[in-house]
C-alpha cells in the first residue's frame, strides 16, 4: 500500500513540477494558463489519490473523491474566467516563431 | 425537489459518517434549509437530472486528460518548446445550456486546450499546439456530448 501511495504522491509531484516549469519557459499569458490548468487536473487529481490511498477509512477516501470532484468543476471554471477575461481584454495571443516539431 | 433534498442528506451523511438520530435529523434539517432557500431557482433540476451523464461522460474524458497531460508534459521539458499556440473558433451545435457548459468545460479540463469565451453556438478556443486543435476539429468531443445530451432543447 505504501508502495501505491508513494508512486502517487511521487506522479502528482512530477506534474506538478512540470506545470511550474511550464509557466516558467511558455512566451505569454494564454500558453502559461495552459500550464497551470495541467498542475490542477493530473497533478492534484494523482496527490489526492495517494492521500486516499494512504487513509484507512473508506469514507475519508470518499470526501477526498468529492474534493476531486470538486476541482474537476473549479479548475475549467477558474480557467475559463481567466482566459475570458484576457480575451475580451484583447490580450494578443502569442503565434511566435512555430518552432518545428521533433 | 425531493431529489436535491435526497441528494444533500446523502451528502451530509457521508461527510458526517455518524447514523445516529442526532446526526440524521441535524442533516434532513440542513437539506430541508437548502432546498427551501433555492425554491426559486428551477435550473438545479436540470443539473441533477445531467448527473448520471455526467458520470457516464467521466471516464472517457479522464482517459483523454491523461493522454494529452502527457503530451503537453513532452512539450514542456522538451528544450525546443514545440509549441504552435493560436485561436481557434469551433462550431458546437449544442442547444443546451447544461450541454454547452460540459463540452466548454471538457475542452478546458483537456490539457492543451482552454475554452475563452462562447459565441452563440461557437466556441473560441486557445490551442497549445496543432494537434491539440486539429483533434478539436475533428468534432469527437462535441459528437460525444451531443449523444450524452442530444441536440433539441
Do not use: S
Given at each position: 500500500m505504501s508502495a501505491l501511495v508513494g508512486a502517487c504522491l511521487a506522479a502528482g509531484l512530477f506534474f506538478h513540477g512540470v506545470a511550474a516549469l511550464g509557466v516558467l519557459r511558455m512566451p505569454d499569458f494564454y500558453t502559461r494558463l495552459h500550464a497551470v490548468s495541467k498542475a490542477e487536473t493530473l497533478g492534484v487529481v494523482l496527490t489526492l489519490a495517494g492521500v486516499a490511498a494512504a487513509s484507512d477509512s473508506v469514507l475519508t477516501a470518499v470526501k477526498i473523491a468529492f474534493v476531486a470532484m470538486f476541482l474537476f468543476l473549479a479548475n475549467p471554471t477558474a480557467t475559463h474566467a481567466l482566459g475570458r477575461a484576457a480575451f475580451r481584454l484583447g490580450v494578443p495571443p502569442w503565434t511566435g516563431e512555430p518552432e518545428p516539431d521533433r | 425537489m425531493l431529489s436535491l433534498f435526497v441528494v444533500c442528506l446523502v451528502f451530509w451523511l457521508l461527510l458526517s459518517g455518524h447514523g445516529d438520530v442526532f446526526h440524521v435529523t441535524a442533516g434532513a434539517a440542513a437539506a430541508a434549509l437548502v432546498v427551501w432557500l433555492n425554491?426559486?431557482?428551477?435550473t438545479i433540476g436540470a443539473v441533477l437530472q445531467a448527473l448520471p451523464r455526467l458520470a457516464l461522460h467521466l471516464p472517457w474524458l479522464v482517459a483523454k486528460i491523461v493522454r494529452a497531460n502527457l503530451d503537453v508534459a513532452r512539450r514542456v521539458l522538451d528544450p525546443r518548446l514545440p509549441i504552435e499556440p493560436a485561436v481557434h473558433r469551433i462550431h458546437a451545435p449544442l442547444r443546451n445550456d447544461t450541454a454547452m457548459t460540459t463540452l466548454a468545460n471538457s475542452i478546458t479540463l483537456t490539457p492543451g486546450t482552454v475554452t475563452l469565451d462562447v459565441e452563440g453556438e461557437v466556441l473560441v478556443v486557445h490551442a497549445l499546439t496543432a494537434s491539440a486543435a486539429q483533434e478539436l476539429a475533428g468534432g469527437a468531443m462535441t459528437a460525444r456530448v451531443e449523444r450524452l445530451f442530444g441536440t433539441a432543447r
Open positions: - | 425554491r426559486a431557482d428551477g
